[in-house]
């Protein structure tokens, strides 16, 4: 049985950092590309990031290039998500999916259930 679990978010001030973790079990890690996508209330899911499943070819979505960065250690079977520079349309719930077939910023069959992030200003 396929569980991602999601840890890491909390309630922090604007400006501030944050490493939200997704440890992986029940699958293949290393061979799945791997994104971290959130949700605020009101609107849609929205891509964050993706790596590829060797670590080499990483994406980012528009708002958040520059002060996120997406990484994994597949010793670990763990994806990460550093978080710079914090602001307050930040605030979301926050999942850590497989990639899907229909491209880098599709979110595919695995799904965690997501760690809440609230930014402050």
């Known amino acids: 049985q396929v569980h991602l679990v999601e840890s890491g978010g909390g309630l922090v001030q604007a400006g501030s950092s944050l490493t939200l973790s997704c440890a992986a079990s029940g699958l293949t890690f290393s061979n799945l590309r791997m994104g971290w996508f959130r949700q605020a209330p009101g609107k849609e899911r929205e891509f964050v990031a993706a790596?590829?499943?060797?670590?080499?070819?990483?994406h980012y979505g528009n708002s958040v290039k520059g002060r996120f960065t997406i990484s994994r250690d597949n010793a670990k079977n763990t994806v990460y998500l550093q978080m710079n520079s914090l602001k307050p349309e930040d605030t979301a719930l926050y999942y850590c999916a497989s990639v899907g077939d229909g491209g880098w910023d599709r979110g595919g069959k695995y799904w965690g259930q997501g760690t809440q992030v609230t930014v402050s200003s």
């Open positions: 790596i590829s499943g060797g670590g080499d070819i990483r």
